[in-house]
Each structure stands twice: as C-alpha cells, then as structure tokens.
C-alpha cells in the first residue's frame, strides 16, 4: 500500500516562497520516481516537476522553470518542492504523485503516474 500525504501549503504574497512536502509510506520509495502536479480552479491538472529515483535527473514544466526545485531524500521518504518567487497565476492545488514504470526515466503526463496524494493549497495574493 502506497500512500503519500503533502503538506506546506498555505497563502503567500507574490516574490515569496513556500516548500512543500510530500511524505511517502512504502518500504520501495527509493525505487520511485515521483513528480509534482498542480490543479487550479477550472483549469486541468498539469505537470510541475518530476525527479528519478535517485534524484540526479529532474525536469520541469517552463513556466516554474528557475524558480521551483524538486528534491528528494529516500532515507526520509521525502519528495519537497522549493517554490521561489511565487506568483498569483501559481495559486493551485499541489499534488505529489509516484510514476509508474522505470525510475530512470520522468514523465510530464499525469496518466504516468498511480499514486497520488491529496493535495495541498498554494495561494499567492497579489
């Protein structure tokens, strides 16, 4: 049973940052490759960030590009994401999730990923 549970949302002022967290149950996380998604009212789910197993190889969707970091420690079952310079237009719900298939590779497509949390709020004011 995978189960992964996010945190560090909350309301900030557009240039600050925020570091979400996303906790992992599963004996396997190091063998995972895992992203960031974000859903915000009306709108689809899109892809913000994904990261290998081991952390060496990331990617990110262009419009956090430089601002946003993803990270990972598999000793504390722990995927953050580093979100700097924050703007209203990223005011969403986050979601972690773990892709399926091999965690040598990442994926911008949600269908690649099984487990998914239940998402935390970000909100930037202006």
């Known amino acids: 049973q995978v189960q992964l549970v996010e945190s560090g949302g909350g309301l900030v002022q557009a240039g600050g940052s925020l570091r979400l967290s996303c906790a992992a149950s599963?004996?396997?996380?190091?063998?995972?490759?895992m992203g960031w998604f974000r859903q915000a009212p009306g709108k689809e789910r899109e892809f913000v960030a994904a990261?290998?197993?081991?952390?060496?190889?990331?990617d990110y969707a262009d419009s956090v590009k430089g601002r946003f970091i993803i990270s990972r420690d598999n000793a504390k079952n722990t995927v953050w994401l580093q979100m700097n310079s924050l703007k209203p237009e990223d005011t969403a719900v986050y979601y972690c999730?773990?892709?399926?298939?091999?965690?040598?590779?990442?994926?911008?497509?949600?269908?690649?990923?099984?487990?998914w949390g239940q998402g935390t709020q970000v909100t930037v004011s202006s």
């Open positions: 599963g004996r396997t996380f190091s063998s995972w490759a």
């Open positions: 999730a773990r892709k399926t298939g091999s965690p040598y590779g990442l994926s911008i497509r949600a269908y690649d990923y099984d487990y």
């Open positions: 990261i290998t197993w081991s952390g060496t190889v990331t």
